[in-house]
């Protein structure tokens, strides 16, 4: 089963931030926190990755509170192209990716 | 072109044929991953291969039969497959077997749909 907990649905504004959350209470301090996006009937895409620290790439920011017990992927300028599936995924050596439903983010013109 | 190539994109089968999707990576990793995307369903895992050797099956019928002849090939070979199997297949690699500082990297997935 998978370790997090999102909603299932989001809908943001194009040009405004898209903040997706993300539980993960039961988090252990060796496990990384990923973010993938799939767009309709293509392979998941990889965002960005985190321990402990924010993260902030070409992609996104990865806000992770400081108990990690849960996180906020934050895309700054929502364009149409970033409607997707976006699943955040808790991952730790010798473990495999197990994904949930994730959140179906509609960017609106 | 994620450096995981998959063939072919599109399949349509019968019930009693014999056909195999083909997974190539050119990332140097070392383990690859079967994954099924059924209809509005999550990714579900169904084979793991790490340096060449099957790590993990997660109870998929004998119809579906994995192969890994070296760490850039994989290969899952379809027999008398049923209509539910229809789904998006899909694979994926990654360095020593776990996502680490890479993560897993997908391919762009096989469709198959059985008739």
């Known amino acids: 089963d998978a370790k997090t907990t999102q909603p299932p649905s989001m809908d943001c504004a194009e040009g405004r931030a898209a903040n997706l959350p993300c539980n993960h209470s039961?988090?252990?301090?060796?496990?990384?926190v990923y973010w993938y996006r799939q767009i309709h009937s293509q392979g998941p895409q990889y965002i960005i990755h985190?321990?402990?620290n924010n993260e902030t790439n070409e992609m996104a920011s990865l806000i992770i509170t400081e108990d990690r017990k849960s996180s906020t992927l934050i895309l700054p300028h929502a364009t149409l192209r970033d409607t997707a599936v976006y699943y955040c995924i808790v991952n730790g050596y010798g473990q495999n990716f197990v994904f949930g439903p994730g959140t179906r983010l509609s960017v609106l013109p | 072109e994620t450096g995981v190539t998959q063939t072919p994109r599109h399949l349509v089968m019968g019930m009693t044929n014999k056909k195999s999707l083909k997974c190539e990576q050119h990332?140097?990793?070392?383990?690859m991953y079967w994954y099924k995307q059924s209809a509005k369903k999550p990714l579900e895992l169904m084979f793991v291969y790490s340096l060449e050797e099957r790590v993990e099956n997660n109870s998929v019928p004998s119809r579906f039969s994995p192969e890994c002849p070296n760490s850039s090939h994989l290969f899952l070979h379809l027999h008398t497959l049923q209509p539910e199997d229809s789904a998006l297949y899909l694979c994926?690699?990654?360095?020593?077997?776990?996502?680490?500082?890479?993560?897993?990297?997908f391919g762009s997935g096989t469709r198959l749909t059985v008739v």
């Open positions: 985190g321990l402990k």
């Open positions: 990332l140097g990793h070392n383990a």
């Open positions: 039961t988090i252990s301090g060796n496990e990384y």
């Open positions: 994926a690699s990654s360095q020593e077997g776990w996502a680490g500082f890479y993560g897993y990297t």
